[in-house]
């Protein structure tokens, strides 16, 4: 049942250039190259509208740089048969700008951001053009240790492990993007204070994912997730085995795992077979290295969801525990109510007799599935009296950006 529930190579100046087509393409592609190893704060870098071959990485370290292209779908990188390095674009700059183009079919990760502050993402797409596979890269959009990141009106597609990811960060907001067939099709890791709204996650395995894992720089929180379409993300998990996300299943609307302070309301969430929204600890994940860290909290605690409009979830769960699960509860024609919790909190809060020690407040949902995980899933129950409670609002992500 647990399982169920969830279970850099970049270019130095020593390298040679990414090999591309003949012609204009590979004049470009040299030209392009070089721009980035020679960038300097305040450059802008133009890419034209065209379609543009590499076989290996491009990487930019610079502060101040911005990338620009002449359209979302009009310049277009593609790595499709990429030979070397871990991402199409491997940026470790302050102040970057990238906007108006296309990354597509990288071997890793599309555009990944490291150790860096104050990004803008806008207007960039990221995809793998073959369709759902385990072979695609990781990570579409992919900032992860950095500070003040806008991602807007973006749109990532086919990635294996998440769509658009930001994790190990602080002071993040996703707006006005798309994510779709992903794994995980936006998710939020390990990052303090973030806001994620006005998106559609579509025909993704799960829809929103905001995740807390052990072993990592820091832990999560204060994170809102509010005004998206979360509509119909049945696709089967294609996430490599191992990986937490690969336990994700098919059919989650949004999850919230081992994280606290997070607020969801607003939201239209529509026909994920397995539940409109899950909530579980790491020990629902199936990750070998769950139980293993002392300092990490593995209990979500003070979880507000209110307000959204959710309907047609929990008709046909992932897995045949969870199958199973729904028929003891609700019968062979019934569905799974719009919360299913794995029942985990933290032990010393319960045992002083708190029935809703996790602080877990339900406004407006059809119904909460306490799934009993710490004793084995023997004796779900679906009472929501003990959820009936609100919480302070969260405040709003102010990056200065507009």
């Not at 133009?46 to 620009?68: K, N, Q, Y």
């Not at 929180?221 to 294609?238: D, M, P, S």
């Not at 985990?344 to 007799?353: D, F, I, S, T, V």
């Not at 949902?365 to 004793?375: C, F, S």
């Amino acid at each position: 049942m647990a399982a169920a529930l969830l279970a850099v190579a970049g270019c130095g100046r020593e390298q040679q250039p990414p090999a591309a087509a003949s012609g204009a393409d590979a004049d470009f592609s040299r030209t392009l190259h070089q721009r980035l190893l020679d960038a300097k704060p305040g450059d802008v870098i133009e890419i034209p509208a065209g379609t543009f071959h590499f076989d290996r990485s491009l990487s930019l370290r610079a502060d101040g740089v911005t990338i620009r292209g002449a359209g979302m779908d009009q310049s277009v990188l593609s790595f499709k048969g990429q030979k070397a390095g871990a991402e199409g674009l491997l940026v470790n700059g302050n102040d970057f700008t990238i906007e108006n183009l296309t990354i597509e079919d990288s071997k890793g990760d599309g555009l990944k951001v490291s150790e860096s502050e104050n990004i803008t993402i806008r207007k960039v797409k990221v995809q793998w053009t073959g369709g759902p596979s385990t072979k695609n890269g990781g990570y579409g959009l992919y900032p992860v240790l950095t500070k003040n990141v806008l991602i807007e009106d973006s749109v990532a597609i086919g990635a294996s492990d998440a769509g658009i990811y930001v994790g190990q960060s602080d002071g993040v907001i996703v707006r006005r993007s798309r994510a779709e067939q992903n794994v995980a099709g936006i998710e939020v890791e390990n990052t303090i204070n973030a806001d994620v709204y006005d998106n559609i996650a579509t025909h993704n395995t799960g829809g929103i994912l905001v995740f807390n894992m052990p072993g990592l720089s820091q832990q999560g929180g204060n994170i809102r997730v509010y005004n998206n379409r979360i509509l119909a993300n049945n696709t089967g998990n294609f996430g490599a085995k191992g990986t937490p996300v690969a336990s994700v299943p098919a059919g989650s609307g949004i999850v919230v795992n081992s994280n606290d302070d997070i607020e969801i309301f607003g939201n239209q969430i529509v026909d994920n077979d397995t539940a409109s929204i899950i909530i579980s600890s790491v020990y629902s994940t199936g990750y070998k290295d769950s139980s293993k860290s002392e300092t990490f909290d593995p209990y979500p605690e003070r979880i507000y969801i209110h307000d959204n409009t959710i309907s047609g979830g929990g008709g046909s769960p992932d897995g045949m525990d969870l199958k199973a699960l729904k028929v003891a509860m609700y019968g062979l024609t019934g569905n799974l109510p719009d919360v299913l919790w794995d029942g985990y909190q933290n032990p010393e809060l319960a045992q002083k007799g708190k029935l809703n020690a996790a602080q877990i407040c339900l406004k407006g949902v059809n119904g909460v599935l306490n799934a009993d995980g710490p004793n084995g899933y023997k004796n779900p129950s679906n009472g929501m009296a003990p959820f009936n409670c609100e919480l302070p609002a969260l405040p709003a992500i102010d990056l200065g950006r507009g």
